[in-house]
Nanobody, 124 residues
């Protein structure tokens, strides 16, 4: 069983930067694919970014490509989402997710473990 806990959310202004963290426990972190998703009230959960177990491969949604960077530190059992040039439309509850393997990183159904989420609010 994998436990995930996100942190780093907050109230920001448009143009600010913010880094989210996802601390994992209960499994060999270095064997997990890590994903970031976000959700706003009344909307479906949306893929944001994912990173392979080694950190060598990453994937981003078009809406965040060039502004967000996903990374991981396997020595600290932690994944990160660096968010730059924040926009009001980035406001959401951000979740990290983990799986031993995924065929499509953007498919939330392929992730087995989820954190409770951390709220990011961006005011314009």
């Amino acid at each position: 069983q994998v436990q995930l806990v996100e942190s780093g959310g907050g109230l920001m202004q448009a143009g600010d930067s913010l880094r989210l963290s996802c601390a994992a426990s209960g499994w060999t972190f270095s064997s997990l694919v890590m994903g970031w998703f976000r959700q706003t009230p009344g909307q479906e959960r949306e893929f944001v970014a994912a990173i392979s177990w080694s950190g060598r491969f990453t994937e981003y949604s078009d809406s965040v490509k060039g502004r967000f960077t996903v990374s991981r530190d396997n020595g600290k059992n932690t994944a990160y989402l660096q968010m730059n040039s924040l926009k009001a439309e980035d406001t959401a509850l951000y979740y990290c997710a983990a799986a031993q393997r995924v065929a499509r990183e953007a498919d939330e159904k392929q992730y087995d473990y989820w954190g409770p989420g951390t709220q990011v609010t961006v005011s314009s």
